[in-house]
């Protein structure tokens, strides 16, 4: 059995609010909410800064 996939949110002192991509404790990526909301902003697709690290995880 595989662990869940999950995000957690975490707010740091000297870089703000960022996201973590976790499977059970093992960390898999870190994202600054900056970088996600500036991808939906200018209409880029989440998928070029994200998807393509999830699509292997999701096709296991």
């Known amino acids: 059995m595989t ?4 995000i957690v949110r975490r707010r740091d002192a000297f870089s703000g609010v960022y996201l ?3 499977q ?4 898999l990526a870190t994202y600054h909410i900056r970088e996600l909301g500036t991808a939906l902003a ?3 697709a989440v998928s070029e ?3 393509a690290k999830f699509e292997g995880l999701v096709n296991r």
């Open 49 to 51: 800064k994200v998807g």
């Open 24 to 27: 059970g404790d093992h960390l």
């Open 42 to 44: 200018t209409g880029r």
């Open 20 to 22: 973590r991509l976790m």
């Open 3 to 6: 662990d869940s996939l999950y």
